[in-house]
T-cell receptor
Framework: GNSVTQMEGPVTLSEEAFLTINCTYT??????LFWYVQYPGEGLQLLLK?????DKGSNKGFEATYRKETTSFHLEKGSVQVSDSAVYFC???????????FGKGTRLSVIA | EADIYQTPRYLVIGTGKKITLECSQT?????MYWYQQDPGMELHLIHY???????EKGDLSSESTVSRIRTEHFPLTLESARPSHTSQYLC????????????FGDGTRLSIL
C-alpha cells in the first residue's frame, strides 16, 4: 500500500539556519506530493505541492522537488525564522481518488 | 482564510454524554474527512465522505459515527463519550478528483473527564 516516511523530530534550529526535512514515499503509480504546515492551535495548511516527477513546489521560501528516482520530496528552506516553528507533514495522493496519506509529522522549533 | 469551520473549538465534558462535533464548509467540496490527532501529532483518518449520503470508515477504528445529509455539513457524533475519546479532531474537505489538496478546519480539542 501507499505510505509516507518523514524524518523524526523534533528538529531545533537557530534563526537563519538551513532547514531540510526528509520525506520518502512508497506508492503504486505516480502520486502527487504535498507538504502541509500546522501552527500551534490551528489546523493544517497546504504549504506546497508537486504533481509530477521533477516538479518543484515552492511557497514562503520553502521548496521541495519531486524525485521519482529516489522516491523523495524533501522540504528545504534556506534561512528559517522563529515564525516557521510548527509541525510539518508530508503527504501523497495516488491516482485512485482516495484520501491523502500523511506522514507522522516533524516538529520544528526555531530559536532566536 | 478559513472556509471550513469547526465548532466547538474546545469541549470539556463528562463520561457518558452524547457529543456532536460540527464541521461546515462553504467551498462546495464533495469530499470531506475527519481525522483524530494524537499528542504525538500523527493524524489518523477515522471517517470520510465522497458526497451526500456517502460515508466510509477510515484507517483507525472509531466508536464515532458521521452523517452527510448536506454537501456543506459533516457532523461527527459520539453516542457515549469515554476518557479514551480525549483528543484533537480535525475536519477537512477537498474537491472531487485526483491530486486535490485537502483544506482543514482549526480543530476541536475534546477532553472527556
Amino acid at each position: 500500500g501507499n505510505s509516507v516516511t518523514q524524518m523524526e523530530g523534533p528538529v531545533t534550529l537557530s534563526e537563519e539556519a538551513f532547514l531540510t526535512i526528509n520525506c520518502t514515499y512508497t506508492a503504486t503509480g505516480y502520486p502527487s506530493l504535498f507538504w502541509y504546515v500546522q501552527y500551534p492551535g490551528e489546523g493544517l495548511q497546504l504549504l506546497l505541492k508537486a504533481t509530477k516527477a521533477d516538479d518543484k513546489g515552492s511557497n514562503k521560501g520553502f521548496e521541495a522537488t519531486y524525485r521519482k528516482e529516489t522516491t523523495s520530496f524533501h522540504l528545504e528552506k534556506g534561512s528559517v525564522q522563529v515564525s516557521d516553528s510548527a509541525v510539518y507533514f508530508c503527504a501523497l495522493s495516488d491516482r485512485g481518488n482516495t484520501p491523502l496519506v500523511f506522514g507522522k509529522g516533524t516538529r520544528l522549533s526555531v530559536i532566536a | 482564510e478559513a472556509d471550513i469551520y469547526q465548532t466547538p473549538r474546545y469541549l470539556v465534558i463528562g463520561t457518558g454524554k452524547k457529543i456532536t462535533l460540527e464541521c461546515s464548509q462553504t467551498m462546495g467540496h464533495d469530499k470531506m474527512y475527519w481525522y483524530q490527532q494524537d499528542p504525538g501529532m500523527e493524524l489518523h483518518l477515522i471517517h470520510y465522505s465522497y458526497g451526500v449520503n456517502s460515508t466510509e470508515k477510515g484507517d483507525l477504528s472509531s466508536e464515532s459515527t458521521v452523517s452527510r445529509i448536506r454537501t456543506e455539513h459533516f457532523p461527527l457524533t459520539l453516542e457515549s463519550a469515554r476518557p479514551s475519546h480525549t483528543s484533537q479532531y480535525l475536519c477537512a474537505s477537498s474537491e472531487y478528483g485526483n491530486n486535490q489538496p485537502q483544506h482543514f478546519g482549526d480543530g476541536t480539542r475534546l477532553s472527556i473527564l
